[in-house]
């Protein structure tokens, strides 16, 4: 399993940004996949998933916020994150459930990228 993301970078309080995970090494249409970030000093804290037949599922703090996707042809899931705050500040990490065509949990991801770097300024 490899998961590679990009996106990450500094935007203004109120800007977008859109975090791509390119995977590789699985049936990527088979899996669930997610994402999550990290504050430094904080917990890990979950973001949001996608399920194989394209449904989702986002922590309540990010709902109208963040949008995922995902693109079976290029084996690619996506989060789209708009209005974002200084507090968004974190390491987004995207990450792969290790159940196939299984309902995931958070606690279900076992695979994760290295993680891209996301910096809102006010």
């Known amino acids: 399993v490899h998961l590679v993301e990009s996106g990450g970078g500094s935007v203004q309080s109120g800007g977008s940004l859109r975090l791509s995970c390119a995977a590789a090494g699985f049936t990527f249409s088979n899996y669930a996949m997610g994402w999550a970030r990290q504050v430094p000093g904080k917990r890990l804290e979950w973001v949001s998933s996608?399920?194989?037949?394209?449904?989702?599922y986002y922590t309540n703090s990010f709902k109208g916020r963040f949008a995922v996707s995902r693109d079976e042809v290029k084996n690619t899931v996506y989060l789209q994150m708009n209005t974002l705050k200084p507090e968004d500040t974190a390491v987004y990490y995207c990450a792969k459930c290790d159940y196939s065509g299984h309902l995931c949990e958070p606690g279900d991801f076992g695979s994760w990228g290295q993680g891209t770097l996301v910096t809102v300024s006010s």
């Open positions: 996608i399920y194989s037949d394209g449904a989702t």
